[in-house]
């Protein structure tokens, strides 16, 4: 700040005086014009000498004042370009190590889901077996029963059919000793 508002301050000759101004408000610098060129009395050059001593010692301690910014603002800049590069590489080991942690992070996830997703295969596989098993099981009662089934139903035809030859035996024998307990009751 100070350098800027050292520079802008400009020594302008101006007949033989020397005139300083500071650019920054304009209003000052028109009135310091204005009585600086009305005081004639006390001027800067001397006819003799080219410049007063004490200009020339006011342009050495501006020379010096001008030295040592120049070094405080290699120094600021040095210091600055150091913390940048300093920040450069915090922010590059920080995108780094967040990257890392991501890609682990990222790891473990895709290890956890291959881990779910063989559980829940080995579930579904073991659930679907099981269910084959099960539907198997039962085709195989049901032939069964069917099969029972056949066989009793063949049994009570069978059983029918030999009741029927049995009552029809029954039937004839009860018809012949009819016949015959008839004829004997007519010869008699």
Known sequence: MR???????KVIPKESYLLLLDFDDEDDDIKVSEEA???????????????????EADEDMGDEVDSMLDKSEDDI??????????METYVKESFKGRN????????????????????????YI??????????QKFNEEKEKSVNSCQKEQ???????????????????????????????????
């Open 37 to 55: 060129l009305s005081e004639v009395k006390s001027p800067a050059f001397d006819k003799n000498e080219n410049i007063s001593p004490q200009a």
């Open 126 to 135: 073991t659930t679907f077996q099981k269910s084959y098993m099960d539907v």
């Open 154 to 188: 063949q049994a009570l035809k069978l059983s029918k059919c030999s009741q029927n030859q049995t009552l029809e035996a029954g039937k004839e024998m009860h018809e012949k000793s009819m016949e015959v307990l008839m004829n004997l009751g007519t010869k008699n």
């Open 77 to 86: 800049y040095k210091t600055l370009h150091i913390k940048r590069k300093w």
């Open 100 to 123: 890392q942690k991501l890609e682990r992070f990222c790891k473990m996830n895709e290890r956890e889901r291959k881990n779910i997703n063989n559980k829940f295969c080995e579930q």
């Open 3 to 9: 350098k800027m508002a050292l520079k802008k301050l």
